[in-house]
């Protein structure tokens, strides 16, 4: 049971117009929420974040938006830049039971390319 | 250079073998994870320090996994008796916060094979 999905394994934009990748969640104790961008042979790097008491947080070229009522969030990038491109994670995290780890839930990513 | 780092990078294993792959997390961070990366899938948690201590390892396949961190810095994850399906990549991630909420910083990974 994927608790956070990300639909569309790929996605291509060109130069300098605007990329969307979205990130669908399913558990409702989720309460903050990760992009992380990774490239080959390298762990993944934070981007940016959102708390869900938040609908929108924007750090430069990118922007995070959050919709609660529909568990959906999405990622913008803009413009978007040649070396944008890269595997994009979605990751969640809330309170679990054993009320301790703060562990990250991650999607299946999303495979950014961005043409020049 | 103070970011997490991982080693070996690349392991390959018998099928049978153990192995042993070691996180040296940021200098400082309380906070310690393991994650399992198989092919084309995200990374999944496998297990959770804060300091020495192992506060959650709910996410260990199975007891051929073990993972310790004696003295609250370095850590390392065994595999006894490898398997194919433990074939992955291996990512260890550090973080200051204790129980906040606050991005993790993430090693090279080791890329573990089982032939």
């Known amino acids: 049971d994927q608790q956070v999905k990300q639909n569309s394994p790929s996605l291509s934009v060109q130069e300098g117009r605007i990329s969307i990748l979205n990130c669908d969640y399913t558990n409702s104790m989720f309460d903050y929420f990760l992009w992380y961008k990774k490239y080959p042979a390298e762990g993944p790097t934070f981007l940016i974040s959102?708390?869900?008491?938040?609908d929108k947080n924007e750090d430069g070229r990118f922007t995070v938006f959050l919709n609660k009522s529909a568990k959906h969030l999405s990622l913008h990038i803009v413009p978007s830049q040649p070396g944008d491109s890269a595997v994009y994670f979605c990751?969640?995290?809330?309170?679990?039971?054993?009320?301790?780890?703060?562990?990250?839930?991650f999607g299946s990513g999303t495979q950014l390319t961005v043409l020049p | 250079g103070a970011g997490v780092s991982q080693s070996p990078r690349y392991k390959v294993a018998k099928r049978g073998q153990d192995v042993a792959l070691r996180c040296d997390p940021i200098s400082g961070h309380v906070s310690l994870f393991w994650y399992q990366q198989a092919l084309g899938q995200g990374p999944e948690f496998l297990t959770y320090f804060q300091n020495e201590a192992q506060l959650d390892k709910s996410g260990l396949p199975s007891d051929r996994f073990f993972a310790e961190r004696p003295e609250g810095s370095v850590s390392t994850l065994k595999i006894q008796r490898t398997q194919q399906e433990d074939s992955a990549v291996y990512l260890c991630?550090?973080?200051?916060?204790?129980?906040?909420?606050?991005?993790?910083?993430f090693g090279p990974g080791t890329r573990l094979t089982v032939t």
């Open positions: 990751a969640a995290s809330g309170i679990y039971s054993s009320g301790s780890a703060r562990q990250l839930t």
């Open positions: 991630a550090s973080s200051s916060r204790t129980g906040g909420v606050r991005e993790q910083y």
């Open positions: 959102i708390s869900s008491i938040k």
